[in-house]
């Protein structure tokens, strides 16, 4: 059964650095193909991706927010965290983890966690 | 990166088809086979309904339905049930190992 589950602050202050944790069970971050997403939907909008992993450390991020991200993973842990640099605002947003494959498709999420950007 | 173009809303009645559209370009939607569908009811997160333009994952009914003409790909839910009104939003492969999401489609099942 596959299961992943974000874990985070709820509230951060504008300038801080938000870190997410992505506690997964039921697939190995090992096996060939398999990757990790980030995405994110603020209250009301759209979901926009953010960053992957792969199953061999690559590492990929969206064009307008790559500079503020850092994504890794520990595969023995069986986790991948998530930075985010100078948060605002415009950031508060429900942040959710998903198994992902090459072609993009992510077929399990987790439930989500919402931050709030607030000072 | 620029959000895939799809209509605000979309309706039908009971049993009725609606088939909703995310509009790309040729370096995202036409360029790869890669578009894939997502429905999310309110509080809840998304969950895969279509990938790789048309494949259907296991569990999903085959009420719906993926295609890609050009830069356009299309959702379509046929024999619409209550339960399938919800937002959907199209995702695509966009080159340089970057992945778009659309504007999203609430779906009212009248």
């Known amino acids: 059964q596959v299961t992943l589950r974000e874990s985070g602050p709820a509230l951060v202050k504008p300038t801080q650095t938000l870190t997410l944790t992505c506690t997964f069970s039921?697939?190995?971050?090992?096996?060939?193909?398999?990757?990790v997403s980030w995405v994110r939907q603020p209250p009301g909008k759209a979901l926009e991706w953010l960053a992957l992993?792969?199953?061999?450390?690559?590492?990929y991020y969206s064009t307008s927010l790559k500079t503020r991200l850092t994504i890794s993973k520990d595969s023995s842990k069986n986790q991948v965290v998530l930075t985010m640099t100078n948060m605002d605002p415009v950031d508060t947003a429900t942040y959710y983890c998903?198994?992902?494959?090459?072609?993009?498709?992510?077929?399990?999420w987790g439930q989500g966690t919402l931050v709030t950007v607030s000072s | 990166q620029s959000a895939l173009t799809q209509p605000p809303s979309a309706s039908g009645s009971p049993g009725q088809s609606v088939t909703i559209s995310c509009t790309g370009t040729?370096?995202?939607?036409?360029?790869?086979?890669?578009v894939s569908w997502y429905q999310q009811h309110p509080g809840k997160a998304p969950k895969l309904m279509i990938y790789?333009?048309?494949k259907r994952p296991s569990g999903v009914p085959d009420r719906f339905s993926g295609s890609k003409s050009g830069n356009t790909a299309s959702l379509t839910v046929s024999g619409l049930q209550a339960e399938d009104e919800s937002d959907y939003y199209c995702?695509?492969?966009?080159?340089?190992?970057?992945?778009?999401f659309g504007t999203g489609t609430k779906v009212t099942v009248l």
């Open positions: 040729s370096s995202d939607v036409g360029g790869y086979n890669y």
């Open positions: 039921g697939f190995s971050l090992s096996t060939s193909g398999m990757c």
């Open positions: 790789e333009v048309s």
């Open positions: 995702c695509s492969y966009a080159g340089n190992n970057n992945y778009v």
């Open positions: 992993i792969d199953w061999d450390d690559d590492k």
């Open positions: 998903a198994r992902t494959y090459g072609s993009g498709l992510k077929d399990y």
